[in-house]
């Protein structure tokens, strides 16, 4: 997956989260799917942009980008700040 791919992917996230938020508004789901859905989202927009930093670094240091992969959730969500 390359950079625009990437961000392609991210861009549709971001419009499947303002979908969820749309749908709970007008009680098409309730808060408890919502709850599920913005979380598997926000796991899944979470390893897009670390794929995408990564990728970036390996990029500006002369690495090759395609040597970064999509790492688990889990790893992902483990970051301290």
Not at 48 to 63: H, I, N, Q, S, V
Request: with cysteine; net charge negative.
């Amino acid at each position: 997956m390359d950079q625009e791919d990437i961000l392609a992917r991210i861009t549709a996230m971001v419009d499947d989260e303002r979908r969820i938020r749309d749908a709970l508004a007008s009680g098409q789901i309730d808060s408890t799917t919502e709850h599920e859905r913005l979380g598997q989202l926000e796991r899944s927009l979470d390893q897009c942009w670390d794929l995408l930093r990564r990728r970036r670094a390996k990029t500006e240091f002369g690495g090759n980008p395609d040597d970064a992969h999509v790492r688990p959730a889990s790893q992902v969500e483990g970051y301290q700040n």
